[in-house]
C-alpha cells in the first residue's frame, strides 16, 4: 500500500512566501502519485493562500493548521474560531499595539501598518518572508477594514516584545495554543493563534484513519516549528536544511534545502521514487 505524504509549504515545498515549487519536487509529487502514494498539503495558509498550489494536483489538504481537512472531496474536518474569540482576540492584541493578520476560508485580513512594521525588522525566519513576500506582492491579504465577517481559523501576530502578547495569552491561552517562532535577536516577536482544538498532527490522523491507513504508513516534511504536531504524529518525520534547529533535533531525517531539490533527494533516499 502506498504512503501518505505531507507537506509543509512556505520554506519546505516552496521558498518562503512563495508560490512556485521547484521543477524537482513537481516532478517527485507526480513520480510518487505514480507508484500509489498520495500527497496532501498540510500548512498553516487558509485555503484561499494555497489555491495557486492546486494545479499541482494534490490529494487533498491539511489547512489553516488543521482547522480545514480534506481528502479529495471530502471535507473531514472544518472548525473556525467563534465570534467572542475573535473579538477577544483583537480587542486585546490591538491595544497592546500587536500587528494582526486573521486568515478565513476564502481572505486574509491585515492591519494597515504591518507591511511599515515588517520592513522595520531585520532578518526572521520563513513565516516572517512569507508575510513580508505576501504583503509586498500582494497575494490577497486586504485591509483589516475590508473584513466581511466571514469564519476565521488562525490569527497571526507580530509585535516588538513578548510582553505586547501576555494579556491576550491569558484571556485566550486555555482555548489556544501561543506558537511563537524561533527568531534572531535582532529580529520580531511572530507567531500565531492555534486553536487547541485542531493541529497539524491531528490533521495528518484524520487523513490516515479516514483512508484506512496507520499512521506508520505517514511522512511528513517541514521546517519550522509551526510543523511540531505534524512532525511528532507522522511515521518518518523530515526537516529541511533549511529549517529550524530546534525542528531538526526532533525530526528523523534531515534533507537538502528547498532551494537544492530537497524535497527529491528525500523522496528517492526514502524509497518513494526512483531516479
Not at 501576530?157 to 486555555?174: G, H, N, P, V
Not at 490516515?208 to 505517514?218: I, K, N, R, V
Request: proline residues 4%; aromatic residues 6%; charged residues 25%.
Amino acid at each position: 500500500m502506498g504512503k501518505l505524504i505531507f507537506l509543509d509549504i512556505d520554506g519546505t515545498l516552496t521558498p518562503a512566501g512563495t508560490n512556485v515549487p521547484p521543477e524537482s519536487a513537481v516532478n517527485a509529487i507526480r513520480l510518487a502519485q505514480n507508484r500509489g502514494h498520495k500527497v496532501f498539503l498540510c500548512t498553516g495558509r487558509n485555503v484561499d493562500m494555497l489555491k495557486p498550489l492546486l494545479k499541482y494536483g494534490f490529494d487533498g489538504m491539511v489547512a489553516s493548521s488543521g482547522g480545514y481537512v480534506t481528502c479529495g472531496d471530502q471535507i473531514l474536518f472544518d472548525c473556525p474560531m467563534t465570534e467572542t474569540q475573535l473579538h477577544t482576540a483583537l480587542d486585546s492584541l490591538h491595544r497592546h499595539g500587536v500587528f494582526c493578520t486573521i486568515e478565513g476560508r476564502d481572505g486574509s485580513f491585515g492591519d494597515s501598518s504591518l507591511k511599515e512594521f515588517l520592513d522595520s525588522t531585520e532578518g526572521g525566519n520563513s513565516e516572517i518572508e512569507r508575510w513580508r513576500k505576501a504583503l509586498s506582492d500582494n497575494l490577497g491579504i486586504r485591509p483589516m477594514e475590508q473584513y466581511d465577517g466571514q469564519p476565521i481559523y488562525k490569527v497571526v501576530i507580530m509585535a516588538k516584545t513578548t510582553d505586547q502578547i501576555e494579556e491576550c495569552r491569558s484571556l485566550l491561552e486555555k482555548d489556544f495554543q501561543f506558537v511563537i517562532q524561533d527568531v534572531p535577536a535582532h529580529g520580531c516577536v511572530n507567531g500565531e493563534l492555534v486553536n487547541r482544538a485542531f493541529d497539524k498532527g491531528r490533521g495528518v490522523k484524520r487523513i490516515a484513519e479516514y483512508l484506512g491507513q496507520p499512521l506508520s504508513d505517514t511522512i511528513g516534511f517541514g521546517d519550522s516549528m509551526n510543523d511540531l504536531e505534524m512532525i511528532q504524529t507522522v511515521g518518518i518525520s523530515v526537516c529541511m536544511a533549511n529549517g529550524s534547529e530546534k525542528l531538526k533535533k526532533i525530526s528523523d531525517k534531515i534533507c537538502p534545502s528547498v532551494t537544492e531539490d530537497g524535497i527529491y533527494q528525500a523522496f528517492i533516499d526514502l524509497e518513494l521514487i526512483s531516479e
